[in-house]
């Protein structure tokens, strides 16, 4: 009996000791995550776009003639870069223009002349001293005649017009041999160098138009750069947001200037990648990575007491780089970004590295 008693106490304490050896059933695995706080900030969408580099109107120069020309020699074409005093073409004034100038100074002698001899008469009491104020008044109104004729530069003879300042050509309109108008534009010039801004013509998408608000931030990356090359993104401001759609690229053209000293090393035309960044809100921003979707929607985790909790949200907003999601996270509470697609709501976690 004793025997029979002690067999069963050793059987009972062989029975416990396999039972503490031995993980219950409620034992799970334990996940290793990394983690990072979970807060709220203002994040703004951001939106590429393409373009190309253009000059703003005040920093080019119209190049036209105030009179009736010809040009007899072109030495310009778009794009050449030229230097203040180069010749930029050669001009011969319009008979007609020359005729005029002539006939301004042809009518200040004759004045000269009559003012002369109303002097003589009136010294022998043959004129009246009314007779010399009106030729006089003549004359003044000949040489003032003259002076704009002079002003204008209309003369005989081939006339070269040169650079009044060191640029870029941006547009020949006349070509060798033309006859132009008064005023009409010949070329335009440009203006280069560090201290004139760049202006970046950006394509928006219409259905954006509206969430583009002027000084709104853009990156401006060229993409004419060689090979291999890297450069940080240049720095500017929306401008202006037309009105309009351009019925060429079907988009709406966006005026972006550099900040000071940006971009002098573009050309007109080079093309350029612009990243804008639109109107933001405040919501919960995540990493990427810490946002899951399944059949259910989107969600994360947060870790709470040592265990994944399941917390569904509505992505709001992507930046490229982070997500601003709405939702009911807790901010006292770590937010899984590594880790979380092997979870499931109440498992078990561990921070790697504890």
């Known amino acids: 009996m004793r025997l029979a008693i002690a067999t069963l106490a050793l059987a009972c304490l062989a029975s416990t000791t396999l039972a503490q050896d031995q993980p219950t059933a409620q034992d799970g695995p334990i996940a290793q995550v990394k983690t990072a706080p979970a807060q709220r900030a203002v994040i703004a969408p951001k939106t590429v ?10 920093s080019q120069t119209v190049l036209s003639l105030p009179y009736a020309a010809q040009i007899t020699r072109l030495h310009a074409s778009a794009g050449q870069t030229v230097h203040r005093g180069d010749v930029l073409f050669v001009a011969r004034a319009d008979p007609g223009a020359v005729l005029v100038a002539e006939q301004a100074r042809n009518a200040v ?3 000269r002349g009559e003012v002369e ?18 030729a006089e008044k003549t004359l003044a109104d000949a040489e003032q005649a003259l002076a704009a004729q ?4 209309a003369d005989t003879g081939e006339r070269p017009v040169r650079a009044p300042h060191d640029g870029v050509v941006v547009k020949v309109v006349a ?5 132009v108008a008064p005023g009409a534009v010949v070329l335009q010039l440009g203006h280069t160098g560090a201290a004139v801004p760049v202006r970046v013509t950006l394509g928006l998408d219409p259905a954006l138009r509206r969430a583009v608000p002027v000084g709104a931030a853009v990156a401006v990356t060229s993409l004419a750069a060689p090979a291999g090359a890297s450069s940080a993104p240049l720095t500017g401001r929306v401008r202006r947001v037309q009105a309009a759609i351009n019925p060429q690229s079907r988009l709406v053209d966006t005026s972006v200037e550099l900040a000071p000293g940006g971009g002098a090393d573009l050309i007109p035309g080079e093309p350029v990648r612009g990243v804008i960044t639109l109107t933001g809100g405040e919501h919960w921003v995540v990493p990427r990575l810490a946002v899951l979707q399944d059949a259910k929607g989107a969600h994360v985790y947060q870790v709470e007491a ?25 901010g006292g509470q770590a ?8 979870l499931s709501d109440g498992m078990a976690v561990r921070e790697v590295g504890q």
């Open 306 to 330: 040592g265990h994944a909790r399941r917390v569904p949200v509505q992505v709001r907003v992507d930046d490229g780089a982070h997500l601003g999601v709405d939702g009911a996270l807790q």
């Open 117 to 134: 001899r109303t002097r003589v008469l009136l010294a022998q009491r043959l004129a009246t001293r009314s007779q010399l104020a009106a």
């Open 49 to 58: 776009v393409y373009g190309t580099v253009t000059l703003s109107q005040e």
């Open 335 to 342: 937010l899984v970004v590594q880790g979380n697609y092997q």
């Open 175 to 179: 070509a060798q041999g033309d006859r």
């Open 109 to 111: 002698v004759l004045a």
């Open 150 to 153: 002079r002003q204008l530069g």
